[in-house]
C-alpha cells in the first residue's frame, strides 16, 4: 500500500512532496494454506452429500457449449495475480476450466464485460444459468471467501503521508484492499508513466447457488446468495501489533535571500517499511478451519431448507 501528498508553494511556503509505503506479510507456510483449502473442500462435499446432494465430477461439463474452447486443467497453483496483494488458493486435484490467462497471469472470465477486462463476480455468475440449463439444471455453486490478517486505516493526509495497519485475523464480509503492482502498460513501456500502479480489489466472502435457466430472458429458476453481514473474527491467532510507514513533508518558511530574490527549497521525503507478522501455523490453521466450515455448513443448511422443503 502506498500514499502521497502533494507539496507546492502556498503562503510564502514551500512544502515537499512524501510518499509513504508499507508492504506487510504473514508467516504463514504455503502448505498450511494448501491444507486449510483442500479440508474445507473436502467438508463441503460432505455437508453437500449429507443433505441429500448428488455431486457431479468437473468433467460432467467438458463438452457443453458453454465451456467450448475453454482450458481444462486438473489442479491450480496458488496465485499472486487474481487480487492485488491476496494469495488465491484452489482446491487440489480438482478440474478446472478456463477461458485463458492475461498477460498478467489472470483468469479470463466469463460474462458480458469479459472483453474489457472489467468482468466482476456477478457477471460471471450471470452467466451460470446457461450451463446449468445443459446440465439438466443441476446447481452451479461459486465460493469466494477472504481471510484477511490486517486492517489498514484510511491513511493520513495531515502534515506528510502516513499509512497504518493493525493486525486483524478475520473472514471478511466486506473489505476493500489496494496493494502497489507491477504496472505492464503501453506508456509504462514508452516510460511515460511509473512501473507501479495502486491496484484493489473488493472482498465479499460469499457463496452462490444458480439453478435452471428460464426459456425466456434467460434468468435462473432459483438462486440462493449466502454472505456474512458482519466479519467472523478468528481470535488468539495473531497477537495485536501496529504496523506504521510515515514520511514527515519537509518545508521551507524562512528562504534565503539571493540576487534574484528569495529562494526556497524543500526535499521530496519516500519512506518504505517493510514487516512480517509472525504467527503459529498450527493455532492459525485451526482458527481459520473453524471460520471456513462454519460459513459453508450454515449455507448448505440453510439452501436445502428454503428451496427444497
Known amino acids: 500500500k502506498t500514499t502521497t501528498t502533494k507539496g507546492g508553494f502556498a503562503n510564502q511556503m514551500l512544502s515537499g512532496n512524501t510518499k509513504a509505503s ?38 460432467t461439463a467438458a463438452n457443453t457449449n458453454y465451456y467450448k474452447d475453454y482450458q481444462r486443467l486438473e489442479g491450480m497453483e496458488m496465485s ?65 471467501l477472504y481471510v484477511l490478517f490486517l486492517d489498514v486505516k484510511k491513511p493520513y493526509q495531515g502534515n506528510g503521508a502516513k499509512i497504518t495497519a493493525n493486525t486483524n485475523l478475520r473472514m471478511a464480509a466486506y473489505d476493500h484492499v489496494e496493494s502497489r503492482v507491477s504496472n505492464n502498460s503501453t506508456t509504462t513501456r514508452l516510460g511515460l508513466t511509473g512501473n507501479t500502479k495502486e491496484k484493489g480489489v473488493t472482498c465479499i466472502s460469499s457463496i452462490d447457488f444458480v439453478q435452471g435457466r428460464n426459456k425466456i430472458g434467460g434468468s435462473p429458476l432459483g438462486v440462493y446468495t449466502g454472505i456474512l453481514k458482519d466479519d467472523l473474527l478468528v481470535n488468539d491467532v495473531l497477537g495485536s501489533e501496529k504496523i506504521e510507514a510515515y514520511a514527515k513533508t519537509d518545508r521551507d518558511f524562512i528562504g534565503t535571500e539571493t540576487a534574484f530574490g528569495m529562494m526556497y527549497r524543500a526535499d521530496n521525503i519516500a519512506v518504505e517499511n517493510t514487516a512480517l507478522i509472525r504467527a ?23 439452501y436445502k431448507d428454503k428451496h427444497f422443503k
Open 280 to 302: 503459529d501455523a498450527e493455532k492459525y490453521h485451526e482458527g481459520v478451519k473453524k471460520a471456513l466450515d462454519t460459513f459453508l455448513s450454515y449455507h448448505v443448511s440453510e
Open 80 to 144: 499472486l495475480s487474481e487480487a492485488p496483494g491476496i494469495v488465491t488458493v484452489y482446491p487440489s486435484n480438482a478440474v478446472f476450466f478456463v477461458k485463458g490467462f492475461d498477460n498478467s497471469g489472470k483468469i479470463k472470465r466469463e460474462g458480458m464485460l469479459s472483453f474489457m477486462g472489467t468482468t466482476d463476480r456477478s457477471d460471471e455468475i450471470a452467466s451460470y444459468p446457461r450451463l446449468s440449463q445443459e446440465l439438466n439444471d443441476a446447481a452451479i455453486v461459486n465460493v469466494d
Open 22 to 59: 508499507l508492504a506487510v506479510g504473514l508467516d504463514i507456510p504455503a502448505a498450511t494454506l494448501q491444507q486449510l483449502t483442500d479440508e474445507a473442500y473436502q467438508k463441503f462435499i460432505q455437508d453437500l452429500k449429507a443433505q441429500g446432494f448428488n455431486i457431479l465430477k468437473g468433467d
